[in-house]
């Protein structure tokens, strides 16, 4: 499966900004879509996803202002981030895993300046 993320770029503390990621390839029906993020020297931290059924599952950190969605016709998630804090900055990896396979897409650099 194949991952093409866009969106991201520089945005100014209590901003907003979208990523959204399209996937490609052998999709497996029931799977889950979603974000993760990696600061330089950290390791890599679930942001959001999505479940092909609805459910879904967020960070702490971003509960209340980060939504997660998706459209399972068109393999596609989409994360709005609202209310963006420096503490957001990282670079986002679009994640798929579905029937035993998992994918990263190759990220995409949010920056969230003060």
């Known amino acids: 499966v194949q991952l093409q993320a866009s969106g991201g770029g520089l945005v100014q503390a209590g901003g907003s900004l979208r990523v959204s990621c399209a996937a490609s390839?052998?999709?497996?029906?029931?799977?889950?879509m979603g974000w993760y993020r990696q600061v330089p020297g950290k390791q890599r931290e679930l942001v959001a996803i999505?479940?092909?059924?609805?459910?879904?599952n967020y960070a702490d950190s971003v509960k209340g202002r980060f939504t997660i969605s998706r459209d399972n016709a068109k393999n596609t998630v989409t994360l709005e981030m609202n209310s963006l804090k420096p503490e957001d900055t990282a670079v986002y990896y679009c994640?798929?895993?579905?029937?035993?396979?998992?994918?990263w897409g190759q990220g995409t650099l949010v920056t969230v300046s003060s």
């Open positions: 994640y798929y895993s579905g029937n035993g396979v998992r994918s």
């Open positions: 390839g052998s999709i497996f029906r029931v799977n889950v």
């Open positions: 999505m479940h092909s059924a609805g459910n879904t």
